[in-house]
């Protein structure tokens, strides 16, 4: 498989995604003459793949919180929570996930860790709903991503069988405009509603804004994993 691409020839090891034809993992190459895949373990090939899209509009007395998600999209973002750190965070989960996110959150009681609750619970909802049956992906994953000084680690297995481990060793009460408590709480109500077994810590840093950040950056990495 060849896709015209200069740059000069490198190897390594990569993922072909399942919308080129087939689910595996392979070693791709640059070269002179474009980007070269060979595949070295595969399935069969998929065919008419549903796409990864989703949409959820969840209201109570408290929030109003509405979330549309394309897993397979190209990490546009439309964020507006009211809450600058939270927007900075959903910003960068969807951009760097390469996952088209648009999440609209209003508060109904003014009450900030409400708000931070429900956003969290839809955003969870919304990709748990493009999962779709989750066939034709991969089932387990991990990985790990570096911020700085922090590093965070995370694993994955997308079987419909929910549990989570978070550790994010936050030290600071608060964190920009967001409390410990409710920074603890978003990721705690995030992973409680993918529908899915993830362990995610941060295993070090000095940083308490870093060590949010590698998390959500290792968390976006695994939800767009697919082999």
Request: glycine letters at 6%; charged letters at 25%.
């Amino acid at each position: 498989w060849n896709y015209g691409n200069k740059q000069k020839s490198t190897r390594q090891t990569g993922i072909i995604s399942a919308q080129w034809g087939y689910v595996g993992i392979g070693i791709y190459s640059f070269t002179s003459e474009g980007i070269k895949f060979r595949i070295r373990q595969s399935t069969a090939p998929v065919k008419n793949m549903t796409p990864r899209k989703s949409s959820v509009n969840r209201s109570t007395k408290e929030t109003s919180v509405s979330v549309s998600v394309n897993l397979d999209g190209t990490g546009k973002t439309t964020i507006q929570t009211g809450i600058n750190f939270l927007d900075h965070l959903i910003t960068a989960f969807g951009k760097h996930g390469m996952m088209d996110l648009k999440v609209s959150a209003k508060s109904n009681d003014k009450i900030t860790h409400h708000l931070i609750e429900d956003t969290a619970i839809t955003i969870g909802l919304a990709i748990d709903k493009a999962l779709g049956t989750r066939s034709g992906i991969t089932r387990f994953s991990y990985a790990s991503v570096p911020m700085d000084e922090s590093l965070a680690e995370a694993s994955i297995d997308l079987v419909k069988r929910p549990f989570w481990k978070l550790v994010l060793s936050i030290k600071q009460n608060t964190i920009e405009d967001i409390s410990k408590e409710d920074l603890e709480h978003f990721f705690q109500s995030l992973l409680q509603n993918l529908n899915s077994c993830i362990h995610l810590t941060v295993k070090y840093g000095d940083n308490d804004h870093h060590k949010v950040e590698a998390a959500i950056f290792v968390k976006q990495k695994l939800e767009r994993t697919r082999a």
